[in-house]
């Protein structure tokens, strides 16, 4: 298991594909502890605060947030911007950075679907999640859940608009 403990990016960081504060592509098991992003994060898919995108992987996030605005198109996380396959623990986090992009975004994990696992507690999101010109899978915590998930304690006190349009989420 690989730890990242008690680190942070205060820098801008831009990509295409897989582009995190912290961490751009996980495959392997690891464990984020303490850390946070404070630095402006933009890619295109599969973008995320922390972790653009986790394959094959098992992800544990504690005690770190993210800050800062993710702006993408598709698949952006405040935290995790997608995965596939993988085990999503995330406890005692949160998000207070705009998310933005056009589709599958949501404040806390973007995509969240394909095979993956989502075990989410006392954790927050407080932002905006915007939605330019998509409508498709738009949340305050995620943008799509899968069948094994299980989210307690955890809230989302901020707007999400979609085409100019704000919805509840």
């Known amino acids: 298991v690989h730890t990242i403990s008690r680190s942070h990016n205060s820098g801008f960081i831009s990509g295409t594909t897989q582009t995190g504060g912290l961490i751009g592509n996980v495959s392997s098991s690891i464990t984020i502890n303490l850390s946070y992003n404070n630095g402006i994060i933009s890619g295109v898919d599969n973008v ?3 972790i653009g995108y986790a394959y094959d992987s098992s992800v544990t996030i504690v005690e770190s947030y993210n800050c800062e605005e993710v702006i993408g198109s598709y698949n952006i996380g405040g935290l995790i911007g997608g995965g596939w396959n993988s085990t999503f623990s995330i406890n005692q986090c949160f998000n207070s950075g705009l ?3 056009i589709s599958v975004i949501g404040g806390i994990v973007g995509n969240a679907n394909n095979g993956n696992s989502v075990y989410l507690y006392f954790s927050h999101s407080s932002t905006q999640v915007l939605s330019e010109s998509g409508t498709d899978f738009i949340g305050g915590i995620s943008g ?3 069948t094994t998930s299980d989210i307690e304690q955890t809230y989302y006190s901020g707007s999400i608009t979609s085409n100019g349009i704000e919805v509840d989420g």
């Open 99 to 101: 998310v933005k992009g």
């Open 48 to 50: 995320g605060g922390l």
């Open 144 to 146: 799509n859940l899968p």
